[in-house]
């Protein structure tokens, strides 16, 4: 099976499709290549990723039955209407919405990566093609890796599963009816009229918000304590010299604990 015969399974968002791939290098690189194929609403599903890419470029595999791998094709200007810088974010929120029914207790971490027990167990990456302005965004959740895979991996920070936090061996195919569901309900909050409600309810749930934080920039490193997310999504951050300063784009570590 290629990404040119994939199989119909399932539903997808808003009336799109469930498309099911064995093997992809990129569920998102895929996707922005051949949008053509796409509907608003497809989930694109790839069984095995082999070369999926995180923010700043890091790599992101996903072994066959072990991870959840996937894209959602965001048209914006197709129902619901939706802001494409938000759709991150609120995507992160219904991924630990979904952890939340597993009974695990969940954190994020700006700008869009989900925390149980102090690590990563999902990421989530959003690309937007200049020419169409259709919005891929691609969700890596880890459900059945071990320790045994961790280690194989150049992890940056400490990763977990649901596997490892459930004691659980998970169906991949359960998991995603579920997150699905989660999605459609989440990804209201990037509305344009529910940004404010979007911004709350990160920071409640955010891991970091009043502790001391490191933020790497391009360029740049800073400190200072987390101030929150604002209205459009950018981290607000109070630095040692009592200066407001605002970042769009970076990676955050928490300095203290939880």
Same mark, same amino acid.
């Given at each position: 099976m290629t990404a040119c015969d994939p199989v119909t399974s399932g539903e997808g968002l808003w009336g799109g499709r469930r498309l099911v791939v064995a093997s992809l290098p990129s569920t998102n690189r *895929?996707?922005?290549?051949?949008? *053509? =194929?796409?509907?608003?609403?497809?989930?694109?599903?790839? $069984?095995e990723q082999t070369e999926g890419r995180g923010r700043m470029d890091r790599r992101? #595999?996903? %072994?066959?039955?072990?991870?959840?791998?996937?894209?959602?094709?965001?048209?914006? /200007?197709?129902?619901? !209407?939706?802001?494409?810088?938000?759709?991150?974010?609120?995507?992160?929120?219904?991924?630990?919405? !979904? +952890?939340?029914?597993?009974? !695990?207790?969940?954190?994020?971490?700006? %700008?869009?990566?989900?925390?149980?027990?102090? $690590?990563?167990?999902?990421?989530?990456?959003?690309e937007r093609d200049p020419e169409t302005q259709t919005l891929v965004l691609g969700v890596g959740l880890n459900v059945n890796l071990e320790r045994t895979d961790f280690a194989a991996m150049e992890l940056r920070?400490?990763?977990? #599963? +649901?596997? /490892? *936090?459930?004691?659980?061996?998970?169906?991949?195919?359960?998991?995603?009816? &579920?997150?699905?569901?989660?999605?459609?309900?989440?990804?209201?909050?990037?509305a344009p009229e &529910? $940004? =404010?409600?979007?911004?709350? *309810?990160?920071?409640?749930?955010?891991?970091?918000?009043?502790? &001391?934080? &490191?933020?790497?920039i391009p360029g740049q490193v800073m400190e200072g304590t987390h101030g929150g997310v604002a209205v459009d999504g950018a981290l607000v951050v109070i630095d040692d010299d009592a200066n407001r300063r605002v970042i769009y784009g970076g990676d955050v570590e928490g300095l203290s604990a939880i």
């Open positions: *895929e996707a922005i290549a051949n949008l *053509e =194929r796409y509907q608003h609403g497809d989930v694109l599903v790839a $069984r992101w #595999s996903s %072994p066959d039955g072990k991870g959840l791998t996937f894209s959602v094709i965001i048209n914006e /200007h197709a129902p619901p !209407l939706l802001i494409p810088t938000a759709c991150g974010q609120a995507a992160a929120i219904g991924v630990l919405r !979904l +952890l939340q029914g597993y009974g !695990l207790t969940a954190n994020l971490k700006w %700008p869009n990566d989900v925390l149980v027990s102090h $690590r990563k167990i999902c990421g989530i990456l959003t920070y400490p990763a977990t #599963s +649901l596997l /490892h *936090e459930t004691g659980q061996t998970l169906d991949i195919n359960v998991v995603l009816d &579920r997150l699905t569901v989660c999605l459609a309900n989440s990804l209201s909050l990037a &529910r $940004r =404010r409600d979007l911004a709350s *309810e990160w920071n409640t749930l955010d891991a970091f918000v009043g502790q &001391r934080i &490191r933020v790497t």
